[in-house]
Structures are given as structure tokens and as C-alpha cells.
């Protein structure tokens, strides 16, 4: 029994010393934030540092997501529920090396709204941003939000203006698809006050009825 123990324990410390010979990047250029196909390589501790490793010797294994060569397509719905973190085996010569790859999810939603009020003639873009664990503030779309309003009806992250305007202000409902705890309520307003630009034969000014006694040359 003892024999077998510290059989183990070698087993283990063997395998805790390759992770820490080998690490997984990935390039931050693919934004994996809103895309889920990334390019990602191993690199090698060398030096006090890590070097990247030559494609060649060695290749990737994983259960939990696509894998063509060095380019990675993952689930986003099971990338949110191991949160955040990939699971890999970097086969290299006679060793496999368990690695894992901890890849940026949202953590926060929030509203950047474009206009403070609802023009009651065309329909409004509400506009949602997500800080993600990178650190990194992107605009959101319907992948990552769900949107819904008390009036009106949504087409993605578009309200879509109803025909009887009965109403003076919409609440919207935002909630994050991969935490659904994670919501903001946001109430706009519509414009009280006609725009003379709203108008069908509405045409800007020009220069001289702007300013009708400007001296000509």
C-alpha cells in the first residue's frame, strides 16, 4: 500500500511538473469576448519565461469543444457553465500534459443608450454593453441579451413601434443569457415635443436663409 502511494504521489507530481513546463495562449486578436472560434498555441517555460512552442511538436486534445489544427471552436452555453475554463491535453513526443484554458465570459451588462427619448416616429436601438472577465466593455447583440419591453415588441435589441401610442414611457427588461440574475430595467421616454425635422418634406436650411444679409463677394 505504501508502495502504491508514493507510486501516486510521483504520478502526480510528474504531471503538476509538465503544467508548469508547458501553458495554452490565445490570441487576443480573435476576441474570443464575442466569437467562438479563436487561434490558440502552447508555449514552453524557458529562461524565467515561456517561448511559444513549434507546431510541430506537439498537438491538442479536447472533448469540449472543435478543434482544426490550432484553431479552437467552443460552445459559448458550456464555455459560461465550467466557467470560463477549457479543458486540453497537449500530446508532446511520449507525454500527455493536462492544460486548461481560462477564456474571457461576460460578467456584467449595462446600457449605453444612444438618445435619452423615444422619437414616437421611428422605432429605437437599445443600445447594451457587457464587461467581460477580460476586462475588456464590447457592445452586446442578441447572442448574449435577451430584451423584452412592457410596450411595443422587440425584433433583437430593436424596439419596434407600435401603431397606437396610448403610452408615455417604455421599461425595457434586459437579462443576460448565460446568467439569467444578471438583469438591468431601464425606462425611456417618449419626445413630448414634434421635431420639425421628423417631418416628410422636412428639408435643412441652406447657407443664405441661415444667414440672409451675409455679404456676397
Known amino acids: 500500500m505504501k508502495r502504491m502511494a508514493c507510486f501516486a504521489i ?36 524557458q529562461d524565467g519565461g515561456y517561448r511559444k512552442l513549434n507546431a510541430n511538436k506537439y498537438r491538442l486534445q479536447t472533448t469540449e469543444g472543435q478543434l482544426d489544427g490550432n484553431s479552437f471552436t467552443f460552445n459559448r452555453q458550456r464555455l459560461y457553465d465550467n466557467n470560463g475554463v477549457v479543458h486540453f491535453d497537449l500530446v508532446a513526443g511520449s507525454k500527455a500534459v493536462p492544460l486548461t484554458l481560462a477564456l474571457p465570459v461576460l460578467q456584467e451588462i ?14 429605437y436601438y437599445l443600445n447594451v454593453e457587457g464587461k467581460f472577465s477580460s476586462g475588456r466593455v464590447f457592445p452586446l447583440d442578441s447572442n448574449f441579451v435577451a430584451v423584452t419591453s412592457d410596450v ?66
Request: hydrophobic share 30%; aromatic share 12%; charged share 35%.
Open 152 to 217: 411595443g415588441s422587440m425584433r433583437g435589441l430593436e424596439w419596434i413601434l407600435p401603431k397606437q401610442r396610448d403610452f408615455e414611457k417604455v421599461n425595457f427588461t434586459i437579462v443576460n443569457k448565460f446568467n439569467p440574475d444578471d438583469r438591468k430595467n431601464v425606462t425611456v421616454y417618449l419626445k413630448k415635443y414634434k421635431d420639425p425635422r421628423d417631418a416628410p418634406d422636412y428639408q435643412d436650411r441652406t447657407e443664405d436663409e441661415v444667414i440672409p444679409n451675409r455679404r456676397r463677394r
Open 110 to 123: 449595462n446600457t449605453n443608450l444612444y438618445t435619452d427619448s423615444i422619437k414616437p416616429v421611428l422605432n
Open 10 to 45: 510521483m504520478i502526480l507530481g510528474c504531471v503538476k511538473l509538465f503544467a508548469q513546463e508547458y501553458r495554452l495562449v490565445y490570441d487576443e486578436q480573435s476576441l474570443p469576448e464575442l466569437y467562438n472560434n479563436i487561434y490558440i498555441f502552447a508555449e514552453v517555460k
